[in-house]
């Protein structure tokens, strides 16, 4: 059974920067993109930063200069460095990935379970 698991959320003051991790488990085959997704109450589920296998990599507007997508392929991990971190990057995070796992004859799209970011001061 494929998972993605996530962990780094929490409560930081405006300015401050947190680092996101998500982990993918199970009998994995191959990895293609990896990315992270954010929704805010009330606010459609949007693409933060997404990073491809040779690390390419593409991000939202908003977070362009302030956060850098990244992954560690040898641990089938992504993360995600947010810097100077604003009231509006409150949201749920969620780590997104296109996995083949060692059963399958093609790739398949999992999420994770979200981790809570809030910006407060």
């Known amino acids: 059974q494929v998972q993605l698991v996530e962990s780094g959320g929490g409560l930081v003051q405006p300015g401050g920067s947190l680092r996101l991790s998500c982990a993918a488990s199970g009998s994995i085959f191959s990895i293609s993109n990896m990315g992270w997704y954010r929704q805010a109450p009330g606010k459609q589920r949007e693409l933060v930063a997404r990073?491809?296998?040779?690390?390419?990599?593409n991000y939202a507007d908003s977070v362009k200069g302030r956060f850098t997508i990244s992954r560690d392929n040898a641990k089938g991990t992504v993360y995600l460095q947010m810097n100077s971190l604003k009231p509006e990057d409150t949201a749920v995070y969620y780590c997104?990935?296109?996995?083949?796992?060692?059963?399958?004859?093609?790739?398949?799209?999992?999420w994770g379970q979200g981790t809570q970011v809030t910006v407060s001061s």
């Open positions: 990073i491809t296998s040779v690390g390419s990599t």
């Open positions: 997104n990935a296109n996995i083949r796992g060692a059963a399958d004859n093609h790739f398949r799209n999992y």
